[in-house]
């Protein structure tokens, strides 16, 4: 197959979403598919929307993939007949987002516009599906097909997991892009003038949003967190992995996650998690299984958790145990991946 894929700005942008888009490319190109990368310029949504007024599909494709992300960029490209099949990638819609409601209404408006102008849907999770067919008038082609969660190899060991359960303090971590979405504030809010003995390494970027970046750490300055509050940066993957391998609890009590690959992950290493009831945390988190779920924005309900699991080492192993568990029966990727590319050549096939 001779495959377009088109994204906004790199390929090996640092987030789930692109990870999962960067293994997907892997995987195509290992079966011997050729795939091009089509990138469109980072700018505002303003401007993006700019771009339906030149912006024009790829030629000699057999099909195209577009990340829904850019789905302000391509609704004029879309419109009409295709030579091929578009199929459009989706991770979460920008309207499920935490913001006020008439701002949700208007990205509403047009992400309808661009769902209607494709063919068929990949989508990560199955949140994500519902949401996008409420807003459908007709079902379209599609595929559920859950990130890959293995990057870090096997899981820790039951006894590694037992042993690193009673050390102190807690070590906690936040592993996601320093914005607000993630929800880094419900954090830090939860553990100012909390009692136990706690610490916390933070790691993603924080030029996403340098606004909000600078004040989470102006925040833990002026509230003398310092001292148990450490910013890293976005990590490589071994840094990264150490951090995650000496962690008791990964925290991202996000506004909205699409799927959450983070939980997942953190799994990997036997780390309880703890998201929100927002998107689809639920479909990964097991409630007072492998981690909690709380209401978005919730500091006083995060730090009664995190006091619990800090003071009942017992109830931390329990959790991490049943993390490892969950982690060790997901699908390897290159099984989710090729349900993807049978889809694709399906949609090909019925397209000619």
């Given at each position: 197959?001779?495959?377009?894929?088109?994204?906004?700005?790199?390929?090996?942008?640092?987030?789930?979403?692109?990870?999962?888009?960067?293994?997907?490319?892997?995987?195509?190109?290992?079966?011997?598919?050729?795939?091009?990368?089509?990138?469109?310029?980072?700018?505002?949504?303003?401007?993006?929307?700019?771009?339906?007024?030149?912006?024009?599909?790829?030629?000699?494709?057999?099909?195209?993939?577009?990340?829904?992300?850019?789905?302000?960029?391509?609704?004029?490209?879309?419109?009409?007949?295709?030579?091929?099949?578009?199929?459009?990638?989706?991770?979460?819609?920008?309207?499920?987002?935490?913001?006020?409601?008439?701002?949700?209404?208007?990205?509403?408006?047009?992400?309808?516009?661009?769902?209607?102008?494709?063919?068929?849907?990949?989508?990560?999770?199955?949140?994500?599906?519902?949401?996008?067919?409420?807003?459908?008038?007709?079902?379209?082609?599609?595929?559920?097909?859950?990130?890959?969660?293995?990057?870090?190899?096997?899981?820790?060991?039951?006894?590694?997991?037992?042993?690193?359960?009673?050390?102190?303090?807690?070590?906690?971590?936040?592993?996601?892009?320093?914005?607000?979405?993630?929800?880094?504030?419900?954090?830090?809010?939860?553990?100012?003038?909390?009692?136990?003995?706690?610490?916390?390494?933070?790691?993603?970027?924080?030029?996403?949003?340098?606004?909000?970046?600078?004040?989470?750490?102006?925040?833990?300055?002026?509230?003398?967190?310092?001292?148990?509050?450490?910013?890293?940066?976005?990590?490589?993957?071994?840094?990264?992995?150490?951090?995650?391998?000496?962690?008791?609890?990964?925290?991202?009590?996000?506004?909205?996650?699409?799927?959450?690959?983070?939980?997942?992950?953190?799994?990997?290493?036997?780390?309880?998690?703890?998201?929100?009831?927002?998107?689809?945390?639920?479909?990964?988190?097991?409630?007072?299984?492998?981690?909690?779920?709380?209401?978005?924005?919730?500091?006083?309900?995060?730090?009664?958790?995190?006091?619990?699991?800090?003071?009942?080492?017992?109830?931390?192993?329990?959790?991490?145990?049943?993390?490892?568990?969950?982690?060790?029966?997901?699908?390897?990727?290159?099984?989710?991946?090729?349900?993807?590319?049978?889809?694709?050549?399906?949609?090909?096939?019925?397209?000619e």
């Amino acid at each position: 197959m001779k495959i377009g894929f088109l994204i906004y700005g790199a390929l090996d942008t640092l987030s789930g979403g692109y990870m999962y888009d960067r293994k997907l490319v892997e995987y195509l190109r290992a079966q011997g598919d050729t795939v091009e990368i089509i990138s469109l310029p980072w700018r505002n949504y303003a401007a993006h929307l700019t771009d339906n007024l030149s912006f024009k599909l790829p030629a000699n494709l057999d099909i195209l993939i577009q990340d829904e992300l850019n789905h302000p960029s391509l609704i004029g490209a879309n419109r009409g007949n295709h030579p091929y099949p578009i199929i459009s990638l989706v991770h979460h819609l920008r309207c499920s987002e935490l913001r006020p409601q008439w701002q949700n209404d208007l990205y509403r408006i047009v992400e309808k516009k661009y769902l209607h102008s494709v063919d068929g849907f990949i989508f990560n999770s199955k949140t994500t599906q519902a949401v996008v067919n409420s807003l459908l008038k007709n079902p379209k082609p599609e595929v559920v097909a859950y990130p890959p969660t293995d990057r870090f190899g096997e899981a820790l060991t039951e006894e590694e997991i037992k042993t690193r359960a009673a050390q102190d303090p807690l070590k906690i971590v936040f592993l996601g892009n320093v914005m607000e979405r993630k929800g880094l504030h419900t954090l830090l809010n939860a553990l100012n003038g909390l009692q136990s003995e706690v610490s916390l390494d933070v790691i993603g970027s924080l030029t996403v949003e340098p606004d909000y970046a600078k004040q989470m750490q102006n925040f833990v300055t002026v509230n003398d967190l310092s001292s148990i509050v450490t910013f890293h940066g976005a990590l490589n993957n071994e840094p990264l992995k150490q951090k995650l391998q000496q962690a008791h609890l990964l925290i991202v009590p996000s506004s909205y996650e699409g799927f959450g690959i983070v939980y997942l992950e953190g799994m990997c290493f036997g780390l309880p998690a703890i998201g929100t009831t927002a998107g689809a945390a639920g479909e990964v988190i097991e409630h007072e299984k492998t981690g909690y779920l709380i209401e978005p924005n919730d500091p006083k309900q995060l730090a009664a958790h995190i006091s619990q699991l800090a003071s009942d080492r017992s109830l931390l192993t329990e959790l991490s145990l049943h993390a490892r568990t969950h982690y060790t029966q997901q699908p390897a990727w290159n099984e989710t991946a090729e349900h993807i590319r049978i889809f694709l050549q399906t949609m090909i096939n019925h397209h000619e």
